[in-house]
């Protein structure tokens, strides 16, 4: 969905589409960890799902991947900032590293 509100002008859809890859990332990262750990992270602070995929085995890059959208959340949806170009295109990306490493991990 990130990748398709992208394709709307960019006053309107930067920060939706960023929004969207950080929940993208999320929920991937909570796939990856029920998957392989059975649990997920329940807690209102994301920094713990991360935390919680470290324990998943070769997380590295996701972990890193979720870090960086991780710190674009409150920008994206509660800012009164637009999202630059370049962020939304990193959130893009970082999200689709960690959709990525969560289909792997379920497909082992």
Same mark, same amino acid.
């Given at each position: !969905?990130?990748?398709?509100?992208?394709?709307?002008?960019?006053? %309107?859809? /930067?920060?939706?589409?960023?929004?969207? @890859?950080?929940?993208?990332? %999320?929920?991937? *990262?909570?796939?990856?960890?029920? /998957?392989?750990?059975? =649990?997920? /992270?329940?807690?209102?602070?994301?920094?713990?799902?991360?935390?919680?995929?470290? $324990?998943?085995? $070769? /997380? *590295?890059?996701?972990?890193? *991947? =979720?870090? $960086?959208?991780?710190?674009?959340?409150?920008? @994206?949806?509660?800012?009164? %900032?637009?999202?630059?170009?370049?962020?939304?295109?990193?959130? =893009?990306?970082?999200?689709?590293?960690?959709? @990525?490493? @969560?289909?792997?991990? !379920?497909?082992?």
């Amino acid at each position: !969905m990130a990748e398709l509100v992208d394709d709307e002008p960019l006053q %309107i859809s /930067s920060g939706v589409s960023a929004s969207l @890859a950080v929940l993208a990332g %999320i929920a991937a *990262a909570d796939a990856a960890c029920c /998957s392989v750990l059975g =649990l997920r /992270s329940r807690g209102q602070n994301h920094d713990e799902a991360a935390e919680l995929l470290e $324990r998943v085995v $070769r /997380s *590295a890059d996701a972990v890193r *991947a =979720l870090q $960086r959208l991780l710190s674009l959340k409150n920008e @994206a949806q509660y800012g009164l %900032i637009s999202v630059s170009a370049t962020r939304r295109n990193s959130a =893009l990306r970082q999200a689709a590293h960690v959709v @990525a490493f @969560a289909e792997d991990v !379920m497909a082992r």
